[in-house]
């Protein structure tokens, strides 16, 4: 399900392939489900689109329309292109310019590891390939236009690697316009094939320039910026952490609240694995004492992984003057980390990531996130410090509500205030709450990160009964705030119904409580999406940390909400009305718990306070 303003769609991975390969190829090959395509391109063109499960034949069939002058696309699953490396190698033989989007699906229970995530994609790197690897909807979109762009000056096959995270993720993207397409490009008609017959090192040294052409020149036409490297901060730090993919933009997105609690830390994310940036990365992290590799793919009777690998490799280079490598007098000390492939990162594991950098000699030079007692880090003592973006949770009974308030929401706040967002679906555990959270990311700026928010500036609860099954105010921030459904309209009668671990904890963070209707006595889930939509935006448009956002009422809501129901489907069009007053009644009809009532409640928090999850 998808839903919009008339700005922007709410899109998964899927969708931000199938809306950056419908705008510019001319014949897509989809080996996945999910990958529904505009009938024809930026260009005016017609789209064609061929559906099949044989790889290798998918392919050829790549390789003939290539060879033909046309633009062409294919989209499979990371572990299947195994199958395919005869072709695949005869497409780079022949200097066509193909781009294949490769998905790294998170590993199910009892899968080997190098089956599953980024492993496979990370094997293909030996093939004379370019590799993007990807983190997001957002950058899906960009690095497939980036991409084509090189693939089509150089004459090199490009893969672009997208992980599909553990939590569902969606950003509101829009398409590529023509006139972007047409700068951008070049035109409908790609370059002609590249004559073979030079050798495959001298086309290979072509690609880091057209590479670095084409994302210099989508930075000119967009505002977009992209590199073969991203680093932040921009300025030399004492300790550095590395990644690719979905887990370099995690390590992006913690930085800040790292260097807020003190540490000299810096963050690398590479997004060009094939040309391998080497001596970009010795010159980016060349004057740090500690350096962890974080990584996805775990080779157990490897050295270490494979990202690993090539970062030492580079810093033996450049320690032996090898050229075009700058200049070092020492190799940083480098440990190698692995989250295990049914694992999440969390925020919890980068603080202790840090924490295992800055012992020195006594920390470990090996981890696994997620592993064996023997091979873990201990996490340190956790503060909920609230984040400088706007993040709220809402928890549900059923994922489809979730699925709903995401789609909707991102949209929304898109529309009615202005702010980029980004928003995931993940099941909670028992000791949460059980049942289904939707985290959803909103700023001026892009949200970075796949991992759950540090800490929620927000948590709505669909059920009062979530408060009973376990903590889902884990990751309250202080001075945040707690909507809790009621059907009472006086703030004592909302107090007196939250638990007292829950008072004890609101009172030690100095939280809000708000209770609000989530319309529970309706059951379509577009309707119960529409109404947490409602309380974000009441939310957000009062948080101080998103200055200079609009003024918006309750009329401005319905608008908004009846706006983006209309045009997310069938069903949805049919309950816009219905979703526009849920929306409009959460966002005005909330009754604020007053500071001194919860402040007075002191036999109460002290009775709280003896449950763990009010300590939590």
């Known amino acids: 399900m998808t839903a919009t303003t008339g700005r922007a769609l709410a899109r998964d991975l899927a969708g931000a392939v199938a809306l950056a390969e419908g705008a510019i190829a001319q014949r897509v090959l989809v080996a996945v489900d999910g990958i529904d395509l505009a009938a024809t391109n930026a260009f005016g063109e017609r789209v064609q689109h061929e559906r099949g499960d044989d790889v290798a034949a998918l392919v050829r069939r790549c390789a003939r329309a290539a060879a033909d002058g046309e633009r062409v696309a294919l989209v499979a699953r990371a572990v299947d292109l195994a199958a395919a490396r005869v072709e695949l190698a005869q497409i780079a033989a ?315 929401g991102v949209a929304v706040l898109a529309s009615a205030l202005g702010l980029r967002t980004r928003a995931a679906v993940r099941a909670l555990a028992e000791e949460e709450g059980g049942g289904f959270a939707f985290d959803l990311v909103a700023g001026r700026e892009r949200p970075r990160g796949a991992h759950a928010p540090h800490a929620m500036r927000v948590v709505a609860l669909g059920q009062a009964s979530s408060l009973a099954r376990g903590n889902p105010l884990a990751r309250l921030a202080v001075g945040g705030l707690v909507a809790v459904p009621s059907g009472h309209r006086s703030a004592d009668a909302i107090w007196a119904e939250v638990p007292p671990w829950a008072k004890a904890l609101v009172f030690d963070r100095g939280a809000r409580v708000v209770g609000w209707s989530p319309g529970a006595e309706v059951d379509d889930p577009w309707v119960l999406g529409a109404a947490f939509v409602g309380i974000a935006l009441a939310a957000a448009a009062g948080d101080r940390a998103l200055g200079g956002g609009r003024s918006i009422d309750g009329a401005v809501v319905a608008r908004e909400v009846s706006e983006a129901l209309r045009v997310g489907g069938q069903d949805a069009a049919a309950h816009a009305e219905q979703g526009a007053r849920a929306a409009r009644e959460a966002f005005e009809a909330h009754v604020e718990v007053p500071r001194a009532t919860i402040e007075r409640e002191d036999d109460g928090v002290r009775l709280g306070r003896r449950d763990s999850r009010a300590s939590a």
């Not at 073979?196 to 670095?212: K, Y």
């Not at 992006?252 to 040309?275: M, S």
């Not at 202790?352 to 800055?358: D, R, S």
Request: charged share 20%; glycine share 8%.
């Open 94 to 408: 022949r200097r066509l310019g193909v781009v294949v989007h490769a998905i790294a699906e998170p590993a199910p229970a009892g899968q080997p590891p190098s089956e599953s995530g980024i492993a496979p994609a990370l094997a293909l790197g030996d093939l004379p390939w370019g590799m993007l690897l990807a983190a997001g909807a957002g950058d899906a979109v960009d690095l497939a236009l980036v991409a084509r762009r090189a693939a089509e000056d150089s004459g090199c096959p490009f893969f672009v690697v997208h992980e599909r995270a553990h939590a569902h993720q969606v950003e509101p993207l829009a398409a590529p316009s023509r006139e972007l397409c047409e700068a951008f490009l070049g035109g409908p008609r790609p370059m002609a094939p590249q004559q073979a017959g030079a050798s495959e090192r001298a086309f290979a040294d072509r690609v880091p320039f057209a590479l670095g052409s084409a994302m210099r020149e989508l930075e000119a036409l967009s505002a977009r910026r992209h590199d073969v490297i991203e680093r932040v901060p921009g300025v030399d730090a004492a300790l550095a952490l590395v990644g690719v993919g979905v887990l370099g933009d995690s390590l992006l997105a913690e930085i800040e609240r790292q260097r807020a609690a003190g540490h000299d830390v810096a963050a690398v994310r590479v997004v060009a694995w094939r040309p391998f940036p080497a001596a970009r990365l010795v010159k980016a992290l060349g004057r740090a004492f500690a350096i962890t590799v974080l990584e996805g793919v775990d080779r157990s009777l490897a050295a270490n992984g494979p990202l690993a690998v090539q970062l030492k490799a580079a810093f033996a280079d450049a320690l032996t003057w090898a050229p075009d490598y700058p200049g070092i007098g020492r190799i940083p000390r480098i440990a190698s980390g692995v989250v295990a492939p049914h694992r999440e990162i969390d925020s919890g594991d980068l603080d202790a990531i840090v924490a295992n950098m800055l012992a020195d000699e006594r920390g470990k030079r090996s981890f696994v996130i997620g592993g064996d007692e023997a091979s873990a880090l201990s996490a340190p003592p956790i503060a909920r410090v609230a984040p400088p973006s706007f993040a709220m949770r809402g928890v549900v009974a059923r994922r489809e509500v979730a699925l709903t308030a995401i789609d909707l």
